[in-house]
């Protein structure tokens, strides 16, 4: 079991007819007209098509780019770092060396014509202090993910996975590079385990990037998502400028156990469980302008927010598996609650202008059918225990 996390990281550097004419008559003798024929034209080769460009293609100011990420191990530079390991949760026991290799992480850009645009690489060390350093060490080198290219910003958006083997301790960062390959920021992503549920992603018109600790907008300071007396559970993009953001009250808090192991448990007060948790925020300058009481529930992972974004109804869709749905606006708006006893049973056929989606519980699985033409008629059932 994992504790505590200790860098003594050493060997880390940054780093595609011919034509036949006869003419005869019975009456006289053979005669051959001379008779001028144009030469065939030969056929207009077609100009050789561009050589094709790898990576993912993607647009700025109208010019199309194409950028590959890549990542291999570099086996010939070894890495350590001591982290502390423990048999059971009772206390710290032994001090342990973890070894492992560093990587090289290449971002290549290149315009339309395949020139390069800028090549960069990154090594494991530019990563290491979003995490713990040993599992850094320890992790396997994970290809980035492009999520897109946000003109805004001016930066293109990735995500680092770095895991321990053999278990579920590991972290994600949020990369962004300038149109130089320069590193603009590094911000914290959806955890391997536990965390809040929260997978980074682009704003639709890509004017701002949701991490799983903030939103980051141009010309204005990250709005930070974290709340006092409580941790973010939960946050989505709702619209190109708001982002709902759940909390859950409380703190972990340390118990010990009568055999001596220590357990943590989330410990809140009344008031705090009173207060709403859910809120709708503006990207822009980060005011709640709508809140509410929600429970999503915990799995394995950690936090979970089932929840669906239904444009054609202009309505968020969020479970909680002991109600019914939450219907939160896209516009301006006070959210609702719809409990399983206002919801019909789905009976087929599916009417043409509802969307079915399915989303997941604690212990259940669901089925929606919501009419786009009025938000608050669904239909629902119950797939699987």
């Known amino acids: 079991m994992r504790l505590h996390f200790y860098a003594i990281i050493s060997g880390l550097g940054l780093a595609g007819c011919e034509q036949h004419l006869y003419h005869k008559e019975e009456s006289r003798p053979l005669a051959v007209p001379t008779v001028v024929v144009a030469a065939p034209t030969a056929p207009v080769p077609p100009a050789p098509a561009p050589p094709a460009v790898p990576g993912s293609a993607f647009s700025v100011n109208g010019k199309v780019h194409y950028l590959v990420a890549q990542a291999r191990t570099d086996s010939a530079h070894s890495l350590t770092a001591l982290a502390y390991f423990s048999d059971d949760d009772r206390a710290r026991q032994r001090l342990t060396k973890v070894r492992g290799y560093d990587g ?96 980074p992603a682009l704003a639709s018109n890509g004017r701002a990037v949701l991490t799983a600790t903030e939103v980051i907008r141009p010309g204005l300071p990250p709005l930070r998502l974290a709340r006092p007396g409580a941790d973010l559970a939960g946050a989505f993009f709702l619209t190109d400028t708001t982002v709902l953001a759940v909390y859950d009250p409380g703190k972990n808090r340390p118990v010990r156990l009568p055999d001596g192991l220590v357990n943590y448990e989330r410990r809140a007060t009344p008031r705090q469980l009173q207060m709403p948790n859910a809120f709708v925020l503006r990207v822009r300058n980060g005011q709640a302008i709508s809140s509410f009481h929600y429970h999503g529930y915990y799995e394995g992972m950690g936090y979970s927010v089932p929840h669906f974004n239904l444009s054609a109804a202009h309505t968020s869709y969020l479970l909680d598996e002991k109600r019914g749905l939450y219907l939160v606006p896209m516009a301006p708006g006070a959210p609702t609650v719809l409990k399983f006893a206002e919801m019909p049973r789905f009976v087929p056929p599916q009417i043409a202008q509802e969307v079915r989606f399915e989303m997941q519980g604690e212990d259940a699985q669901f089925a929606f059918y919501a009419d786009t033409l009025n938000p608050h008629r669904v239909r629902y059932q119950r797939l699987q225990d």
């Open 104 to 199: 090289r992480f290449t971002f290549t850009l290149r315009d339309a014509a395949g020139a390069p645009v800028f090549r960069r690489e990154l090594r494991k060390a530019d990563f290491a202090k979003m995490g713990a350093p040993d599992v850094v060490v320890e992790s396997a080198v994970n290809k980035p993910v492009f999520l897109g290219y946000s003109a805004a910003l001016r930066a293109l958006v990735f995500t680092v996975d770095f895991g321990a083997p053999n278990s579920d301790v590991g972290f994600q960062v949020v990369l962004l590079l300038d149109l130089g390959g320069q590193v603009l920021r590094l911000s914290e992503g959806r955890a391997l385990s536990g965390g809040a549920d929260c997978d």
